[in-house]
C-alpha cells in the first residue's frame, strides 16, 4: 500500500530540536504543517521551513486540553515529540511526558485522526528506576491505550549541530581541565542523526505498515561514553583529563548540579541523568529500525566534526586534528 496523501499534520514540540527537522522533512512531502508550540514567537525560522503558509506555528501548552484539541481539529496526522531531559520548578516530566502524551492522544483519536506517532525514546521503561525512562513508558501506555494505532519511535542519544550532548561535554571541555567518566566511561549508545531520525519520523507517520508498531532509532556504531569523550576531545585539539567517577559519587554530584534547575536553569548534570548512564542505550535485538522505514543512517564521524570545530582550541581557524 502507498503512503496516504498528503494533508494538514499538527506537530506538537516542532520548535525544537528534533522537531525542526521534522517540520522540515514533512514540508518537502508536500504536507500542510501546524507547529503547535508553548512559545509561538520563538519559532519564526519554522516558516521558512516550507512554503509561503505551508508552515503555520500556534500558541498551545500540551498540558492545557482545550489547546491540545484545538491545535489537532482537522488534522489528518499528529506527532508528539514534547520532552525534557531534565525538571526545572514548573517543568516535571509527568506533567510533560505522561499527562502530555495522554492529552495528545485523547485529543487525537477524538478529533478522528488518521495517524498518531508518539516520540519516546530508547530504554522507556514504566517500571524503569530514572523517572526519565519511567515517565516515557508511561507515556507509551498511555498513548496505545487512547490510540492503540500509534506508532512509537524511540531514538538513542540524537546528535546534531544543536544537540544538547556532544556539544554540552565539547563545551565542559573548553573550561574544564577534567572531564567526568560517570560509572567508568563504560556505557554504550548507538548515536543517531538527527536529520535521519527526523526523516524515519515523517516516514513513520505516513506509512501504513507501519500502524501500531515500535521503532527504535540508532546510528550505525555503538559507541561507549568514554569513546565519545575521546572523540570530542581529538576534534576539539584539546587533552582534558578523563576521570573515572563510580555511579554512586556521579549520583551525589548530580544531586548538588542540579540546584539550578530550581531555578530554571540548565544543570550540568542531575541525578536522574547518573541513573539513566547506568543502563545501554542501544537499539534492542530484533527491533525495527531505520532500515525497515528506508533510512541509511548517517555516523558521528561524518557529521559531528562539522560542529564541533567552533570548540577547537586555538579558535575557528586552529589546525585541524589528525585523521
Not at 519564526?44 to 501548552?61: E, I, K, N, S
Not at 491540545?68 to 531531559?85: K, P, S, T
Request: hydrophobic residues 45%; aromatic residues 8%.
Amino acid at each position: 500500500m502507498a503512503d496516504f496523501a498528503p494533508g494538514l499534520v499538527t506537530v506538537f514540540g516542532g520548535s525544537g530540536f528534533i522537531g525542526t527537522q521534522v517540520v522540515r522533512a514533512l514540508a518537502r512531502r508536500g504536507w500542510r504543517v501546524r507547529v503547535a508550540a508553548r512559545n509561538a514567537k520563538s519559532a519564526p525560522v519554522l516558516h521558512m521551513a516550507g512554503d509561503v503558509g505551508q508552515v503555520q506555528v500556534v500558541r498551545c501548552d500540551i498540558t492545557d486540553k482545550a489547546a491540545v484539541a484545538e491545535a489537532v481539529r482537522g488534522a489528518d496526522a499528529v506527532i508528539n515529540l514534547v520532552g525534557i531531559l531534565f525538571e526545572t520548578g514548573g517543568r516535571k516530566f509527568q506533567t510533560l511526558h505522561v499527562q502530555g502524551a495522554t492529552n495528545v492522544a485523547e485529543a487525537a483519536a477524538a478529533a478522528g485522526v488518521k495517524r498518531l506517532t508518539q516520540i519516546s525514546a530508547i530504554g522507556a521503561d514504566a517500571d524503569g528506576k530514572a523517572d526519565y525512562a519511567r515517565t516515557k513508558g508511561e507515556a507509551e501506555a498511555a498513548v496505545r491505550a487512547a490510540f492503540p494505532g500509534a506508532v512509537i519511535v524511540r531514538p538513542s542519544i540524537v546528535f546534531g549541530s544543536g544537540d544538547q550532548f556532544l556539544n554540552r561535554f565539547a563545551a565542559m571541555a573548553s573550561w574544564s581541565p577534567v572531564l567526568p567518566l560517570i560509572g567508568g566511561g563504560q556505557t554504550k549508545f548507538q548515536p543517531v542523526y538527527v536529520a535521519d531520525a527526523a526523516e524515519a519520523i515523517a516516514r513513520a507517520t505516513v506509512a501504513p505498515e507501519a500502524v501500531g508498531e515500535t521503532y527504535e532509532l540508532g546510528g550505525p556504531s555503538v559507541w561507549t561514553f568514554e569513546d565519545i569523550l575521546k572523540f570530542i576531545l581529538r576534534e576539539t585539539n584539546r587533552r582534558n583529563i578523563l576521570l573515572p567517577l563510580p555511579f554512586p559519587v556521579a549520583r551525589m554530584i548530580g544531586s548538588l548540579a542540579q540546584i539550578p534547575a530550581m531555578i530554571g536553569l540548565a544543570p550540568q548534570l542531575t541525578k536522574d541523568q547518573v541513573t539513566l548512564l547506568e543502563t545501554d542505550n542501544v537499539v534492542s535485538p530484533g527491533a525495527k529500525g531505520l532500515a525497515d522505514l528506508g533510512v541509511e543512517p548517517s555516523g558521528i564521524e561524518a557529521i559531528a566534526p562539522g560542529y564541533l570545530w567552533r570548540y577547537r582550541a586555538g579558535g575557528q581557524y586552529a589546525e585541524s586534528p589528525a585523521a
